[in-house]
């Protein structure tokens, strides 16, 4: 996959986003309560974001799954 990848963080929000496509989307539970996914019209993931980063273990990676239609 080539392309270009946007990530924002809000320090104040403790918020991370991370975008694969600019295409129009919406956001959809995981697996996991901290982390949504991106996906586009046709269920293709474009990307994902998670709210409270910094609360997470540096020990221990933050897992979840995304899921393309």
């Keep these: 996959m080539a392309g270009k990848l946007k990530v924002w963080f809000d320090a104040e ?3 991370l986003e ?3 496509s600019d295409a129009p989307g ?3 539970e995981t ?3 901290a982390i949504m996914e991106r996906v ?3 269920g ?3 990307g994902f974001s998670i709210l409270g980063v910094s609360q997470f273990s540096k020990d221990k990676p933050l897992e ?3 899921v393309s239609a």
Excluded: M
């Design 13 to 15: 929000a403790d918020f």
């Design 18 to 20: 991370v975008r694969f």
């Design 26 to 28: 919406y956001e959809k």
């Design 31 to 33: 697996n996991h309560d």
């Design 40 to 42: 586009d019209a046709e």
């Design 44 to 46: 293709h993931v474009i």
């Design 64 to 66: 979840a799954e995304l």
